[in-house]
């Protein structure tokens, strides 16, 4: 009994990740090299898209103000940007990867992480690492497409 229901969920669950059928093909999409690929020779995508989702590769704020809340800031629009491009948007994010320098900078991250996500509650994970240079943050995403 168990393993038929467990099957019956498991089919609904890939049913709904199918893409729309309006959805854009993006099976691989370039990543901006300058931003997102510092060594062009390794293979690199900015994206993506299996069945009805789409993974996005761990994005950073770039150039700009520093400090955590406003390299959050950048890096979420530049998620937004790409979730666009790639048909989907912030809405259907369903899981997001945040990694930071200093765990201590949780609180002032999510400020502004929570404007971004107002309805929508992705399922979220907060690791503590070392990125290098002077970013704060990175994060990732998995969006339905």
């Given at each position: 009994m168990l393993r038929g229901v467990t099957a019956a969920v498991l089919g609904a669950t890939i049913a709904a990740c199918q893409?729309?059928?309006?959805?854009?093909?993006?099976s691989q999409q370039s990543a901006t090299p300058e931003y997102l690929n510092p060594?062009?020779?390794?293979?690199?995508?900015?994206?993506?898209?299996?069945?009805?989702?789409?993974?996005?590769?761990?994005?950073?704020?770039?150039?700009g103000e520093?400090?955590?809340?406003?390299?959050?800031?950048?890096?979420l629009e530049s998620i937004q940007d790409a979730l666009e491009r790639f048909g989907s948007s912030m809405d259907r994010v369903v899981k997001c990867t945040v990694f930071l320098v200093?765990?201590?900078e949780w609180g002032a991250m999510n400020e502004v992480y929570q404007?971004?996500?107002?309805?929508?509650?992705?399922?979220?994970?907060a690791?503590?690492?070392s990125l290098g240079g002077d970013t704060r943050v990175e994060i990732e995403c998995i969006a339905a497409a």
């Open positions: 893409p729309p059928a309006d959805a854009p093909p993006l060594n062009p020779r390794a293979p690199y995508s900015e994206g993506v898209r299996y069945g009805g989702l789409i993974f996005l590769a761990g994005k950073t704020g770039g150039a520093s400090g955590v809340q406003p390299e959050t800031r950048r890096t200093d765990m201590a404007e971004f996500f107002p309805d929508n509650k992705p399922a979220r994970t690791v503590g690492i």
